[in-house]
């Protein structure tokens, strides 16, 4: 009796999966046509939108995770990884003038709700770098205690000042960072839909 009801199940369970075969068309009736996504490089998909004119308003970059022989697991790449990209695809004379942000992440990196970005703004595209944060939410992490800010006008020592390295450019200090996301951004072009 459990052979035949094993067969029997064997049975329905194939000719389900032969009767649910799914082609192009049925995947494009069900879900939609599928994103345009460019390889742009071995590890970086882009994926475009676009103006009405039919220019590209804003390409998101991030983290290519399958090709044809490999599966990649990192969600993450080198910022200096997608910066290459970004030097192919707008290089520097294509953005225009850098801008001055008043943000803190024209200083580092800024965060919040579990991410960190930096924004790098020029006249005709902005770029911003994204990167998801761990928040630890263990109260067993959180130090408790009474904390003293000193007053450092009655402070006798004069602090020691280190020249600072000046950067070969705007993204030498991020270039080891962890990057999820970049975006580009034409400045003077909407994207439909927006």
């Known amino acids: 009796m459990k052979i035949r009801l094993m067969v029997a199940t064997s049975i329905v369970a194939l000719s389900f999966g032969l009767s649910s075969a799914q082609s192009a068309a049925d995947l494009n009736a069900k879900y939609g046509i599928p994103e345009k996504a460019y390889a742009v490089s071995d590890r970086v998909w882009m994926s475009p939108d676009y103006a009405a004119d039919g220019q590209v308003c804003r390409m998101r970059l991030y983290a290519r995770h399958i090709a044809a022989d490999t599966d990649f697991v990192s969600q993450q790449l080198s910022f200096g990884e997608f ?104 400045n003077d072009r909407k994207c439909v839909g927006e």
Do not use: C, H
Not at 143 to 169: D, H, I, M, V, W
């Open 83 to 186: 910066y290459e990209v970004v030097e192919e695809l707008v290089p520097r004379a294509s953005r225009g003038a850098p801008k001055e942000l008043a943000s803190a992440s024209r200083r580092g990196w800024a965060t919040g709700g579990g991410s960190m970005w930096s924004i790098f703004a020029y006249e005709w595209v902005t770029l911003t770098f994204v990167n998801g944060s761990k928040v630890d939410l263990d109260a067993s992490s959180i130090q408790r205690g009474e904390y003293t800010l000193g007053n450092f006008a009655e402070s006798s020592a004069e602090p020691e000042a280190k020249p600072a390295a000046e950067p070969k450019n705007e993204f030498e200090p991020y270039k080891d960072s962890p990057v999820e996301v970049v975006t580009i951004a034409w």
